[in-house]
């Protein structure tokens, strides 16, 4: 089975505070991305990765960077943390090839206090 | 741009009860269509898919069939468990190796013994 792995499950930052989520992908899969779920908005892209150290905006990356340094890892930066970043983030990857299966990772629930 | 609309929740069922979550789409070309599921404090798992016009994804009881002249992929179970509460989500990726997956915004279903 894929395994999506984010390392943590619950955090809780103050304002001002960098913080990484990182996440670890065992399927050697070539995509990967970065989303926050949030109620009545749906799941929105933060940004994407083709492949090791490449990396795409998506709809809502302001306040937000990311790293991908080696093909099973992909961090997301949040680089001074404010309130209106707290939420679900969710990671996930694919296969580089059209129409297949994003598998997810469980969340990473952020508060920023 | 690509788009999915689903219906807006919540859903509430007794158990045994007929399922349809309605979901349309606007997209250009040929997309793949998912439903993807969200249990309570968990990540989305893939329930179902569709790649081609006509295809039929089933997987424990839910089915939904690609409908391109309607652009619809409609959700439906035909009697539901208690254990079937969740969010459930629509998506389509629109092809390619760097295609992105849009999201609905989500169903949220409640189904009571």
Known sequence: DVKVTQSSRYLVKRTGEKVFLECVQDMDHENMFWYRQDPGLGLRLIYFSYDVKMKEKGDIPEGYSVSREKKERFSLILESASTNQTS???????????????YFGEGSWLTVV | G????????????SEEAFLTINCTYTATGYPSLFWYVQ????GLQLLLKATK???????KGFEATYRKETTSFHLE?????????????????????????VFGKGTKLTVNP
């Open chain 1, 88 to 102: 679900m983030y969710l990671c996930a990857s694919r296969t580089w090839t059209a129409g297949n299966t994003i």
């Open chain 2, 2 to 13: 690509n788009s999915v609309t689903q219906m807006e929740g919540p859903v509430t069922l």
């Open chain 2, 39 to 42: 249990y309570p404090g968990e």
């Open chain 2, 53 to 59: 016009a006509d295809d039929k994804g089933s997987n």
């Open chain 2, 77 to 101: 179970k035909g009697s539901v468990q208690v254990s079937d509460s969740a969010v459930y989500f629509c998506a389509l990726s629109d092809g390619g190796g760097s295609e992105k997956l």
